[in-house]
């Protein structure tokens, strides 16, 4: 059996001193973020590594399930559940996803080995009606970085289509 990475709730994230936590997961795979000798997990990140098995996360004593991280997840975010599939997607595909919010939109994601990210994502569900301010100031912003915007859309079956959205010259 295969020894799990031990990390300990503070509030609305993880965090774990172990070498190996920052080794295997920030070093080696791209996961948190590393301050000073800890390794800080935004609780999606907690979640999807708790769920493979990867890591067991700590409340004083007790040790949480998957299913107590995104009940924690959705108590400070109503829409954690569908940030999670389209977060949980993009990892199984391979690619390193971090936060964005300071570009306005939910994650910003690299290709595997690549330093700087190529898309910025937000996710909606498909049920949410969307003005077209909120589209152009993401796009706008998204051209000022130099990223590519695109919009994850979650249907009720927790299905994700990926829609890239662009400025276009005539």
């Known amino acids: 059996m295969k020894k799990v990475i031990e990390f300990y709730l503070s509030g609305d994230r993880v965090y774990s001193t172990r070498e190996k936590a920052i080794n295997q997961l920030y070093n080696n795979r791209g996961y948190g973020e590393l301050k000073g000798n800890k390794l800080f997990l935004s609780l999606i990140e907690a979640a999807y590594l708790t769920e493979r098995g990867w890591i067991q996360v700590l409340d004083g004593n007790r040790e949480l399930s998957f299913e107590d991280i995104v009940n924690i997840g959705r108590k400070k975010d109503e829409d954690f559940d569908i940030k999670y599939i389209v977060y949980k997607d993009l990892r199984d595909r391979g690619y390193i996803v971090k936060s964005a919010l300071k570009f306005g939109s939910h994650f910003r994601v690299y290709r595997k080995g690549a330093e700087h990210s190529d898309w910025l994502i937000w996710v909606l569900r498909e049920s949410e ?11 706008r912003v998204a051209h000022g970085v130099r990223k590519n915007m695109i919009m994850a859309i979650v249907d009720e079956d927790n299905d994700v289509v990926y829609y890239k959205v662009e400025w276009v010259k005539f």
Not at 129 to 139: F, G, M, Q
């Open 129 to 139: 009606k969307l003005r077209p301010n909120d589209i152009t100031a993401r796009v």
